[in-house]
């Protein structure tokens, strides 16, 4: 059930099978965003910021091809 008993919530009309699809191809998407920076933190020991502070500094030896020491 929607918000407060209305059933459904839907205040801006957008309840179609269009936005449907765009919300699970947006949750998908977050969900391998997510096991991305998970990865990460186990290889290297760091956040997606430091790694992302180090990449931007020096791109060429901090990326996903350079082997982590």
């Known amino acids: ?3 407060l008993g209305m059933a459904p919530f839907d205040p801006m009309g ?3 099978d ?3 699809v765009k919300e699970l191809k947006n949750g ?3 969900m391998v965003a997510f ?3 998970c990865s990460q ?8 910021i430091e790694c ?6 020096d791109p060429w030896h901090n990326n996903s091809e350079t ?3």
Do not use: C, N
Request: no cysteine; charged share 20%.
């Open 1 to 3: 059930t929607g918000v």
């Open 14 to 16: 957008m309840k179609s």
């Open 18 to 20: 269009e936005t449907r």
């Open 28 to 30: 998908r998407l977050a």
């Open 35 to 37: 096991v991305g920076f």
């Open 41 to 48: 933190a186990a290889v290297t020991g760091q956040g997606p």
């Open 52 to 57: 992302l502070k180090a990449h931007i500094a």
């Open 67 to 69: 082997p982590k020491a």
